[in-house]
């Protein structure tokens, strides 16, 4: 192991590998920095950039954007009482009552240093224990592979918000897309409308930069532009925490770290569930704090910020190891790696050895760049909140056609965005979650081929499922994951 880490640190010391790096935190501090602009639309809208590099490079770059802007929604979360992204809800608690003591730019410099803490607790996790798992994972066959999809697609249940059947029929929708094109085993042409360009299915990354850019930017105009942007006039001083301030929230940090990385392992549970279960468990472990959490408690802001941040490598686990995304950005990381026909799963851990070590040393040092432009840059990073979203939106649309178009170079592509836009702007308007219908389009084919092949292979028995124990015990996950939300749900509707 010592010599692959070796290996990926000699990549990511690369010169052009280091300015990507760089260059992708800074673009996601400025993204996340701006309340609306998420790190999923930024990490698709920016794709595209990625399609001519070297994967390692692209993924630098993409981790970057990841990371930088998950650390820095919790500046306007903490100015202005509104979170960057939505992992960084649980920051405004105390955050905000910090502000308005005049205490912005401490609250800045803890948030930096606990994401800081809590992304290296994540990175080490994703190091030491994802090779373990897919070690494991070698041994799947396809019932195996069928019953880890199935899992995935059963994720939907927990990234449906407050309504499991719009989750559901957002994930069919998804599914439904994904059978277009050739039939994988038997060759035959499914809802191609003799469309030549359909011939090899609807183009994955033309859906996301539809889904999560131009759905968001009808949504923006439809909501109307802010031409005016936040006034933000608190001045920042002084770049360290106070070593006491730097004793107080260490042993929070850690364990949120811990905690979060945990938390992101599990598909779909992301880094705003990370970060309000973090802060809810410092809120029980701290129980005399001074001043109480909610009253701008440093504690506070450390717990949310080393949770959420470290749910990002927490959510590489299963995305790196199994194949299924832990979280909105980690299923747009899996369309990078196929745009270069690197297939995220055990065997990555044969054959991509090089790769893999680059990206886990690179998202180390992705995050001691984060500390040193948060901790440095902190006086200009609340200046970013005053941009006018009227002079963004304009940018991030043109980006989003040349994103589509740049794959293949073919216009059909562009179409296929806007009518992925439409369809978002619509679901979302009708309250649809978008994550579900991304899971569906990701795991709708692997779990397709592997159905059916696994019924070839036992002669069109079903019983090759459940005398696989792996199998078995996935499947009967898959179905708690269903029904212990939909049980929940029917029990709180029949108490009211």
Known sequence: MIESILGGLANVLNPFTLFL?????????????????????????????TFTMDPSNGMMLLLGIYGGAVYSGSIPA????????????????????????????????????ASFVGGVISVIGLMFFSPLIADAALQFRSPEFFALALFGLTIIASVSGDSLPKGMISGLLGMLVATVGIDPLTGFQRFTFGVPELLTGVQFIAVMIGLF?????????????????????????????????????????????IAGVLIGSIPGAGGDIAAFITYNEATRWISDAVPSFGEGNIRGIAAAESGNNASTGGALIPTLTLGIPGDSVSAILIGA??????????????????????????FLLIYVL?????????????????IRESLLWPAILVLCVIGAVALRGNLFDAWVM?????????????????????????????????????????GGSFDIFYTSPIALVIILLSVATIAVPAVRSLSSRSAT
């Not at 260059?23 to 950039?49: K, R």
């Not at 790696?337 to 690179?362: C, K, N, R, S, W």
């Not at 984060?370 to 005053?386: E, P």
Request: zero cysteines; aromatic letters at 6%.
């Open 21 to 49: 790096m760089v260059a992708g935190v800074l673009v996601g501090i400025l993204m996340g920095s701006i309340p609306g602009m998420t790190a999923t639309m930024t990490v698709a809208v920016l794709l595209s950039f």
């Open 78 to 113: 903490i100015l202005i009482r509104t979170p960057g992204t939505p992992s960084a809800a649980a920051t405004i608690f105390d955050g905000y009552p910090l502000s308005q003591k005049g205490e912005a730019g401490r609250a800045i410099r803890i948030s930096t240093v």
């Open 213 to 257: 850019g131009i759905a968001e930017g009808m949504k923006a105009y439809s909501s109307g532009i802010d031409n005016e942007g936040q006034k933000v006039d608190q001045d920042i001083e002084g770049i360290v925490p106070s070593l006491s301030d730097l004793k107080d929230i260490a042993p929070v940090s850690t364990l949120s770290g």
């Open 337 to 362: 790696l196929m745009v270069h026909d690197v297939q995220p799963g055990p065997a990555l851990y044969q054959e991509e050895t090089t790769l893999l070590y680059t990206i886990f040393v690179g």
């Open 370 to 386: 984060i500390l040193l432009f948060g901790l440095l840059g902190a006086h200009y990073w609340v200046r970013l909140i005053n």
């Open 418 to 458: 806007l009518g992925a836009g439409a369809l978002g702007y619509v679901l979302r308007l009708r309250g649809y979650p978008l994550a579900p219908m991304v899971l569906g389009l990701i795991l709708a084919p692997i779990a397709e081929t592997n159905l059916r092949r696994s019924l070839s292979l036992s």
